[in-house]
């Protein structure tokens, strides 16, 4: 197991466990509710490079469970777009490359405040499965020697067509934001996140071309969110 894999299990461990113990003294409430958003992303690649960031959206469902002692945790289930778009320096091309997952965070919240305003701070792992990628250019990237005019002069192009090899993403999130509680039931959460990748897109054995191929992203979002209990 690698050391971010390691890193990652005890986190979810002890995340996990905590509740257990904040049960016993503090009665719980929980709450669902609806998010949407947007997300500016990129990729920490090795070799590098040269990116801009890339626009996507976010959307899903979110569970609460939270206890009176400013503690609680926080599940959803979202569809979210990242990737990177490259950057060209004021060169008349473009190429971005759309990755969309179904992504799972578990995250520990812990918020603060009145009954009407908190704020709150999360942190957890997260996982996601990508189900969609797609690629938008204005050249033939699959013959870039062709091209006119093409900026090839210490850059990067392997990635532009390489096909993603591994699907399954898990990384780790942390997020600040604010709540306004409407009615005892209803409350709306305004959110930025970032999310840092620990899995690789590409292969990325020694033999590979690149050793890093890792998302990374901001998240900002809004949530409506109903107590039922």
């Known amino acids: 197991m690698t050391t971010s894999s390691r890193l990652l299990l005890t986190l979810l461990i002890s995340l996990l466990s905590m509740p257990a113990v904040a ?100 942190l957890g792992p997260e996982f996601a499965f990508m189900i969609g990628n797609s690629v938008s250019a204005d050249f033939d990237y699959h013959n870039i020697a062709t091209v006119p005019g093409f900026p090839t002069r210490n ?30 039931k209803h409350s709306f959460m305004l959110e930025g996140r970032f999310y840092y990748g620990l899995g690789n897109i590409f292969p990325a054995a020694k033999k590979d071309y690149f050793s890093a191929s890792r998302g990374m992203s901001i998240e900002v979002s809004a949530v409506y969110m109903f107590r039922i209990r």
């Not at 392997?158 to 898990?170: A, L, V, W």
Request: glycine content about 10%; cysteine-free.
């Open 23 to 122: 049960q016993r003294q503090y009665s719980p409430n929980l709450a669902v509710g609806v998010k949407g958003g947007m997300t500016m992303s990129r990729m920490s690649f090795s070799p590098n490079v040269q990116q801009k960031f890339l626009n996507g959206m976010l959307a899903g469902f979110a569970v609460r469970y939270t206890e009176e002692n400013h503690f609680g945790l926080i599940g959803e289930l979202n569809i979210q777009q990242r990737g990177w778009q490259e950057d060209f320096e004021g060169e008349p091309f473009t190429y971005s490359r759309t990755l969309t997952y179904v992504q799972i965070p578990l995250l520990t919240h812990i918020y603060f405040g009145s009954d009407k305003f908190r704020g709150f701070f999360n």
């Open 155 to 184: 850059r990067v192009t392997e990635q532009m067509t390489m096909d993603i090899s591994n699907k399954f993403d898990y990384g780790i999130s942390a997020g600040l934001g604010i709540e306004f509680i409407a009615r005892k």
